[in-house]
Structures are given as structure tokens and as C-alpha cells.
């Protein structure tokens, strides 16, 4: 699973942690099984109410972390740093779930991103309904992140979720992402695409 965001209260990021956290606990998932990569971009570093909330949430993970990990497998995969496009994109391809949960949110260009990289017709976007790319993106797991367990059913929504149905749903986003874009986004992302699919080879 994957989260993309900046490091801001407004996206989620605690409330996706502690959903996914209590789900390991409840043993609906297993850390043999699954883990979350969060990137968390860094945000207004030097604003007191950011440097709190790094730590909030770095603690919530280091206590997730270890609660669950074992030798092999680590629960969550924390990165506090910004990756070039082309990282990213290898990001989009190899998750199996996109967790855009965000508590209020503008367009979330995050979620288009993920669905224009899958090209395999696979993967499952779990999408806050306070996300402007809710309105349009409705083949997306629809979710209220400030209700935790609505959010551990939509987790697990997608985790469970066929092959048939993810693939069903994808096109049917993929088809939407696809003809409603904006050209100058689309030709440089299509480009970082190509170029991260060309190095995988």
C-alpha cells in the first residue's frame, strides 16, 4: 500500500496510520502480507505545528513498527523526503493499493497519477470523499478518513478486492483520467512514465 503527500494536518496521514496500525492489531492483515510506504514530503519546517506533527506521526509509525515487524518484514516504510518523478512513478507501479485520504483536500493530483501509471489495468484507489478528484474519480473506493473504522473497511475493501473488479474499476478511471486532462501535466508525466517503465527493462 501507498500514501503521497505533503507533511500537513489537512492529509490525513495520522488517521491512516491508526487505521492501518489497529487492522495489524486485529490481525484482518499481517505484516507477512502487506506493507504501507508513506511518503510524507517535508512541509514548513521551521512552523512549531509541523515539527509536532513529524513527531506525532514518526511516533505512531516507530510504535506500529515495533509492535508487528519481524526479521523479514517491516510494517510501515516511512520516508520523510521529496523523490524525483521518475521515482514516484516506480512507486505508482509497484502498489497494489493508493491510499488518498486526506481530511480536506483540493483536486488531489496524487490519485490521478496513480491511475495514469497503471496501464496493467490493476490496483485499487482508496480516495477521501473531501478530495476534489472525488467527484470525478467514482469508480474509487470512496471513504470518510475522519471515521476510522469506515476507513479500516475501505483498507480492507481494497485489499480483498478481485483481480476481475480492480481491472473493471481501473479502466473504467483510467478512461476518465485519460480523456479529461490538463496537456502540459500529462505530456511530462507521460514522459517520466516512459522513461521509468524504459529503466525497469
Known amino acids: ?6 507533511l500537513d494536518y489537512t492529509k490525513g496521514i495520522g488517521h491512516r496510520i491508526k487505521a492501518y496500525g489497529e487492522l495489524l ?3 484482518r492483515l499481517k505484516v507477512e502480507d502487506v506493507t504501507l510506504v508513506q511518503v510524507a514530503s517535508p512541509s514548513r519546517e521551521r512552523v512549531d505545528a509541523y515539527v509536532n506533527l513529524r513527531d506525532e506521526i514518526e511516533l505512531a509509525v516507530g510504535r506500529i513498527n515495533g509492535d508487528t515487524d519481524t526479521m523479514g518484514h517491516s510494517a510501515i516504510r516511512y520516508l520523510h523526503q521529496a523523490f524525483p518523478r521518475e521515482e514516484m512513478v516506480a512507486l505508482y507501479l509497484a502498489a497494489d493499493v493508493m491510499l488518498v485520504t486526506a481530511l480536506r483536500d483540493g483536486m488531489n493530483l496524487v490519485a490521478k497519477e496513480y491511475i495514469a501509471t ?3 489495468n490493476r490496483g485499487a484507489l482508496v480516495l477521501s470523499e473531501f478530495a476534489g478528484a472525488a467527484d470525478e474519480l467514482r469508480q474509487a473506493i470512496r471513504v470518510n478518513p475522519h471515521d476510522i473504522e469506515d476507513l479500516k473497511e475501505a483498507i480492507m475493501t481494497a485489499v480483498e ?3 476481475a473488479e480492480q481491472s473493471k474499476r481501473m479502466r473504467s478511471l483510467r478512461r476518465r483520467v485519460l ?3 490538463v496537456n502540459a501535466w500529462s505530456s511530462s508525466f507521460l514522459e517520466a512514465l516512459a522513461a521509468a517503465r524504459a529503466a525497469r527493462m
Do not use: C, S
Open 161 to 163: 478486492m478481485p483481480a
Open 25 to 27: 492489531a486485529e490481525g
Open 179 to 181: 480523456e479529461h486532462d
Open 1 to 6: 500500500m501507498l500514501g503521497v503527500d505533503r
Open 118 to 120: 497503471r496501464a496493467d
